[in-house]
Nanobody, 120 residues
Framework: QVQLVESGGGLVQPGGSLRLSCAAS????????MGWFRQAPGELRELVAT???????NYADSVKGRFTISRDNAKRTVSLKMNNLKPEDTAVYYC??????????????WGQGTQVTVSS
């Protein structure tokens, strides 16, 4: 069974930094685009950053210049380095990936989510 597991969430002060990681495991044939989404209380889930298999990156305007997404195809992981964190960055962060299992078409998978709280 394919699974995505996030790690690295926690409490950090404004202006601080945090690194989130996500590892894919299971019967995986290939992995396409990977990314991070977040959802604050009472808000819709929003895209934070994505990184296709070619290594290019895409960021939401609110995090551009502060966050960096990267992937390691050999390790089947994707990470999100977050710098200069702000209170408005507080949310549950979810890992997402397009994964093809053996004998099946590609589909979207989600991690369980990891809480990031930015507060003084």
């Amino acid at each position: 069974q394919v699974q995505l597991v996030e790690s690295g969430g926690g409490l950090v002060q404004p202006g601080g930094s945090l690194r989130l990681s996500c590892a894919a495991s299971g019967s995986i044939f290939s992995i396409g685009a990977m990314g991070w989404f977040r959802q604050a209380p009472g808000e819709l889930r929003e895209l934070v950053a994505t990184v296709p298999s070619d290594g290019s990156t895409n960021y939401a305007d609110s995090v551009k210049g502060r966050f960096t997404i990267s992937r390691d195809n050999a390790k089947r992981t994707v990470s999100l380095k977050m710098n200069n964190l702000k209170p408005e960055d507080t949310a549950v962060y979810y890992c997402n990936a397009a994964i093809s299992s053996y004998g099946w078409d590609s589909r979207e998978y989600w991690g369980q989510g990891t809480q990031v709280t930015v507060s003084s």
